[in-house]
């Protein structure tokens, strides 16, 4: 069993930033993608950024591409999702997600976190 932990959302004005933690525990991690997927009001759930926890490699949805950097302290078992320069429309709750193998989709990641609300002001 895998539990994962998000913190660090909250209230923001437009241009600002904000960082994201999923603490992970119960298992070793080193076959593991760690994703970071969003749901905003009245949308499904989504893909926002990915990371392979055995070498670091990264995947990005294109509204995010440039702005949202994702990546993983190995020592701490965290994963980070570091947004700058947000936008109203990425008002949304967001989810950290464990899963076996590289997938942007989200019922292929087992594990998910109870999702942290980060809401963009104009």
């Known amino acids: 069993q895998v539990q994962l932990v998000e913190s660090g959302g909250g209230l923001v004005q437009a241009g600002g930033s904000l960082r994201l933690s999923c603490a992970a525990s119960g298992r070793t991690f080193s076959s593991y993608v760690m994703g970071w997927f969003r749901r905003a009001p009245g949308k499904e759930r989504g893909f926002v950024a990915a990371v392979r926890w055995s070498d670091g490699h990264t995947h990005y949805a294109d509204s995010v591409k440039g702005r949202f950097t994702i990546f993983r302290d190995n020592a701490k078992n965290t994963v980070y999702l570091q947004m700058n320069g947000l936008k109203p429309e990425d008002t949304a709750v967001y989810y950290c997600?464990?899963?076996?193998?590289?997938?942007?989709?989200?019922?292929?990641?087992?594990?998910w976190g109870q999702g942290t609300q980060v809401t963009v002001s104009s």
């Open positions: 997600a464990a899963g076996s193998f590289w997938t942007t989709i989200v019922r292929n990641y087992s594990f």
